[in-house]
């Protein structure tokens, strides 16, 4: 079983919408978690830290649920510029392993 | 300010050669972390220095080894090179050995026919 499950879509979405996806986790031992965002052909970008109290950034809302080993991330009002591939990242333990990243989730915004 | 720069962009080679790839680390940071992202996948921990020595290594083969440098800088070496060793090579930057805050560079893509 991967550490990190995401479904990889893609998720075709028109403008204005409300996207959500989420993330499993499988370590009960990940102690930090991140969603990043990653264009095609380019490197991945930290978009936020996810927190088990949540945390929202403009349009962005990202959730920990520690009990059932999951992460969400929430897109309100969706732009074009929001299509990109969102990584959901967990720290396992101390780091031995670096950031453990899923596949991702490949969202497309349409006009 | 400078961010995560590697070199080269692009690079082709044959099954069996060696490869080194290169990074700087973007400026105030001193601890680099490369990666390996195959194609469709996530990407997967190499290894990080932080003070001139390999701290934290994932599940690599001795084939990919890697340097740090006094400046901060790094290299990845792969040695023997596979066909499944065609990736883009990631390498992200960091204050302080450990995994938060880091910055990505562009990568390298190798090819390896």
């Known amino acids: 079983r991967k550490e990190v499950e995401q479904d990889p879509g893609p998720f075709n979405v028109p403008e204005g919408a409300t996207v959500a996806f989420n993330c499993t986790y499988s370590?009960?031992?990940?102690?930090?978690f991140f969603w990043y965002r990653q264009d095609c052909r380019k490197e991945p970008k930290l978009l936020m830290s996810?927190?088990?109290s949540g945390n929202e950034d403009g349009r962005f809302t990202a959730q920990l649920n520690r009990a059932s080993q999951y992460i969400s991330l929430l897109i309100r009002d969706s732009k074009l510029s929001d299509s990109a591939t969102y990584l959901c990242v967990v720290i396992i333990g101390g780091g031995a392993d670096g950031l453990t990243f899923g596949k991702g989730t490949h969202l497309i915004i349409q006009p | 300010d400078a961010g995560v720069t590697q070199s080269p962009t692009h690079l082709i080679k044959t099954r069996g050669q060696q490869v080194t790839l290169r990074c700087s680390p973007k400026?105030?940071?001193?601890?680099v972390s490369w990666y390996q992202q195959a194609l469709g996948q996530g990407p997967q921990f190499i290894f990080q220095y932080y003070e001139e020595e390999e701290r934290q290594r994932g599940n690599f083969p001795d084939r990919f080894s890697g340097h740090q440098f006094p400046n901060y800088s790094s290299e990845l070496n792969v040695n023997a090179l596979l066909l499944g060793d065609s990736a883009l090579y990631l390498c992200?930057?960091?204050?302080?050995?450990?995994?938060?805050?880091?910055?990505f560079g562009p990568g390298t893509r190798l090819t390896v026919t």
């Open positions: 996810v927190y088990s």
């Open positions: 992200a930057s960091s204050l302080g050995a450990g995994f938060y805050e880091q910055y």
């Open positions: 370590n009960s031992a990940s102690q930090s």
């Open positions: 400026s105030g940071h001193d601890t």
